[in-house]
């Protein structure tokens, strides 16, 4: 089956260290999405590419980091400068135009030990 | 910039009741629009969509009619059932970025 695969589900950092989430998707899509879910709020844009080898900032990208070296691939970093990393992150991939739906990974919880 | 305002919750009825959640959005041209659900501990799942006024997108006994008159894009259901408790986002796409822009979504609860 076509889908995104997020991992891992649960990650904890110490302070001061960059990690890696991870996002692969097998469905051929050009556009690849970051969003940051925060409880009870809705989700809002790190990053987002429209094609490999390109991406752009989204809403609330300081503190993080990203590439897209492979279609199917868009791994997220989040670095020390983020202050307030704890939350639900979410990666989604669609095949471009705005008209689109936006498919959705599981997620990863991100917290701080 | 573009932005989606959905009703507070959450939202408590019974089985077979009625539901409305209310969504509306502000937008500069003509975005395109969905809502998603989320089940606890997941991803988001694509209910339904609506592509241009007057459209209506249906799905699982769910309808929403884009109204460009209202800037609205109302979520219903005729007879809720428990399975449908869930969280209900209410989104448009940027047609800059193609990004979507959520509204802060509504907790729906649903009792037998």
């Known amino acids: 089956d076509g889908g995104i695969t997020q991992s891992p589900k649960y990650l904890f950092r110490k302070e001061g260290q960059n990690v890696t989430l991870s996002c692969e998707q097998n469905?051929?899509?050009?556009?690849m999405y970051w969003y940051r879910q925060d409880p009870g709020q809705g989700l809002r844009l790190i990053y987002y590419?429209?094609?490999?080898?390109?991406?752009q900032k989204g809403d609330i990208a300081e503190g993080y980091s990203v590439s897209r070296e492979k279609k199917e691939s868009f791994p997220l970093t989040v670095t020390s400068a983020q202050k307030n990393p704890t939350a639900f992150y979410l990666c989604?991939?669609?095949?471009?135009?705005?008209?689109?739906?936006?498919?959705f990974g599981d997620g990863t919880r991100l917290s701080i030990l | 910039g573009d932005s989606v305002t959905q009703m507070e919750g959450p939202v408590t009825l019974s089985e077979e009741a009625f539901l409305t959640i209310n969504c509306t959005y502000t937008?500069?041209?003509?975005?395109?629009l969905f809502w998603y659900v989320q089940y606890p501990g997941e991803g988001l799942q694509l209910l339904l969509k609506?592509?241009?006024?007057?459209d209506k997108g249906s799905n699982k006994g769910f309808e929403a009619t884009y109204r460009k008159e209202t800037t609205s894009f109302h979520l219903e259901k005729g007879s809720v059932q428990v399975s449908d408790s869930a969280v209900y986002f209410c989104?448009?796409?940027?047609?800059?970025?193609?990004?979507?822009?959520f509204g802060s979504g509504t907790r729906l609860q649903v009792q037998p």
């Open positions: 469905l051929n899509h050009d556009a």
């Open positions: 937008a500069t041209g003509y975005p395109s």
């Open positions: 989104a448009l796409t940027d047609t800059g970025r193609r990004a979507l822009t």
């Open positions: 989604a991939s669609s095949m471009g135009p705005e008209n689109q739906p936006q498919h």
């Open positions: 590419s429209q094609i490999v080898n390109d991406f």
């Open positions: 609506a592509t241009k006024a007057d």
